[in-house]
């Protein structure tokens, strides 16, 4: 066998794993709502076929994930908890998300404005929303009730 062909079938061998599985990632983005407003915080997780789930955060009503595998993808909208800033008490223990103060004075902390995700929404198996991803950049804005 000459060199050419050598080389010719090398490069056919080394090309051929690049072909034929149709994987690849894509970057996803778009915009939440909810009964048409933007919902201000919280993560957008995706479930592809087949891949690993992947997040991206929401901020200002908007979120990008950079590298989702190709394919169809289940989708969970998650809006962020109240409290998740660390805080301290005069002690200087660390409080968990979420978690009062027992020796703070005044009314609790109130409620995050903004409206509310339904339950079903935050489950990627009972939101009933799905994302196609099938080139390098995908648009997918979501819309709840």
């Known amino acids: 066998m000459n060199a050419k062909r050598l080389a010719m079938l090398l ?18 983005t778009g915009s939440v709502t909810v009964r048409n407003q933007p919902l201000a915080n919280g993560t957008v997780t995706l479930f592809p076929d087949k ?3 992947v997040a991206g955060l929401i901020e200002n009503g908007t979120y990008t994930i950079p590298a989702v595998s190709y394919g169809a993808a289940r989708v969970a ?3 962020q908890p109240e409290g998740l800033t660390v ?5 200087g223990r660390t ?4 978690e009062v103060d027992p020796t703070a004075k005044g009314a609790p902390p109130k ?7 339904a339950e079903k929404y935050k489950s990627a198996d ?3 929303l799905t ?15």
């Open 87 to 91: 805080t301290t008490t005069k002690s």
């Open 111 to 117: 409620k995050a404005p903004g409206p509310t995700v």
């Open 131 to 145: 994302c196609q991803v099938d080139k390098s950049k995908v648009t997918f804005p979501i819309a709840l009730d």
């Open 51 to 53: 891949g690993d789930p």
């Open 126 to 128: 009972t939101s009933g």
């Open 95 to 98: 409080m968990k998300p979420g």
């Open 77 to 79: 909208v998650t809006p």
């Open 11 to 28: 490069l056919g061998l080394a090309l051929v794993p690049l072909v034929g599985c149709g994987g690849g990632t894509a970057e996803v």
